[in-house]
């Protein structure tokens, strides 16, 4: 099932898109383009990007939500699918009585990326118990209360206005949902921080003008990177939100972070 979702007119206050300031009406065109334009590439561009590290990186992300059955399951901005697909995997090696009653909800603002998921899943067998949502992260069309966990991985920095994002996943949890969150981080230990500014900065847009002939889409995302709220500042985000319990913890040397909150 798939379901669309438009936003109402934006307002005028701006917001970064990249280290530009745009409208906020302005930077959610900005972004769907940019992944309209990547989309078809995006999986094979996250391989090249990561040096295959995003692959351990969500096998993490996968332990801390430990799948299992009678769960209702949001993949907000879930691009093409992987952190579902990725847990409808787990619960089909446990066996039929693990999966059972598992509910999978992908949400994301991008028509194309829904697409590619879509196709994956079905694919890959998985035609019940899945549905697919267009819409925003400011304004998700989920009930109050109906989701026992709510992931966003990799999508956090590319909301246009991410405190009413937060509000909104908080909303739909049920009392003692999980929430949790991989993204890109940037804080870097200081050894590995040249290397990694100088891949970032020069090597990534040209591999996205190499792959995919868009330098400019890859120069954005290394760009919302360095713009996104170090760890301790999202974890303050999350309380504000009304989270409780969070905590955090990086991987490879600070490159991502994994935040976890609940709503008690």
């Known amino acids: 099932m798939k ?50 590290l995003h692959r351990l990186w969500k096998k993490v992300l996968i332990n801390h939500i430990n799948p299992r059955s009678h769960v209702q399951f949001l993949d907000m901005a ?4 992987d952190i579902t697909l990725q847990c409808l995997d787990c619960l089909q090696k446990e066996g039929p009585k693990h999966s059972k009653g598992f509910k999978a909800t992908l949400c994301d603002p991008n028509d194309a990326m829904l697409e590619i998921a879509r196709k994956r899943a079905v694919d890959r ?32 920095r590319n909301v246009t206005d991410r405190s009413a994002s937060l509000s909104e996943m908080h909303r739909v949890l049920k009392f ?7 993204e890109f981080s940037p804080v870097i230990t200081p050894t590995l921080a040249p290397l990694y500014e100088a891949y970032s900065k020069h090597i990534l847009p040209w591999l996205g003008k190499l792959i995919t002939q868009d330098r400019e889409s890859y120069q954005y995302l290394v760009e919302s990177i360095r713009k996104f709220p170090k760890p301790d500042i999202l974890a303050e985000e999350l309380k504000r939100a009304g989270f409780s319990n ?11 972070a994994i935040h976890s909150g609940w709503r008690i």
């Open 3 to 52: 379901k669309k979702y438009t936003t109402d007119s934006a307002s005028d206050s701006e917001t970064n898109f990249g280290y530009r300031r745009v409208s906020r009406g302005e930077h959610a065109a900005l972004v769907s383009n940019v992944f309209q334009s990547v989309a078809h590439k995006y999986d094979l561009m996250n391989d090249l990007m990561s040096g295959g």
């Open 78 to 81: 879930a691009g093409t699918g």
């Open 125 to 156: 067998g998985y035609v019940k118990g899945i549905e697919f949502i267009t819409a925003p992260a400011e304004r998700i069309p989920i009930e109050d209360l109906s989701i026992d966990i709510c992931v966003i991985s990799f999508g956090l």
């Open 176 to 182: 003692g949902g999980h929430f949790l969150c991989l």
């Open 246 to 256: 969070i905590n955090y913890h990086t991987l490879s040397g600070g490159i991502v």
